[in-house]
């Protein structure tokens, strides 16, 4: 099995920064894409960022230039720095991975528990 754990949500102010982590452990050959998703109350899951275990990032259009996504591949570790962060961005916000088990294996696709992330004066 894999785990996702994710760590670093909280309150802040609007304007302030949070770092969000996500760790993967458990029965993993390779990563392929990891990435960060969140749900605002009442709302659907939405695509944050994701990147490639080549470095390649992709940003939803509400968080460029405020978010950056980034990964350490030796410790199979996705990271967000979210800097700017406005009340909209209120979440739970959700770590993703697609997680092969073995070589040329299929690839499966694993979600975090989810971390509030709360942006108000």
């Known amino acids: 099995q894999v785990q996702l754990v994710e760590s670093g949500g909280g309150l802040v102010q609007p304007g302030g920064s949070l770092r969000l982590s996500c760790a993967a452990s458990?029965?993993?050959?390779?990563?392929?894409?990891m990435g960060w998703y969140r749900q605002a109350p009442g709302k659907q899951r939405e695509l944050v960022a994701t990147?490639?275990?080549?470095?390649?990032?992709y940003y939803a259009d509400s968080v460029k230039g405020r978010f950056t996504i980034s990964r350490d591949n030796a410790k199979n570790t996705v990271y967000v720095q979210m800097n700017s962060l406005k009340p909209e961005d209120t979440a739970v916000y959700y770590c993703?991975?697609?997680?092969?088990?073995?070589?040329?294996?299929?690839?499966?696709?694993?979600w975090g528990q989810g971390t509030q992330v709360t942006v108000s004066s």
């Open positions: 990147i490639t275990s080549g470095g390649n990032t």
């Open positions: 458990g029965s993993i050959f390779s990563i392929n894409a």
């Open positions: 993703n991975a697609v997680v092969q088990k073995k070589s040329l294996g299929p690839h499966y696709n694993y």
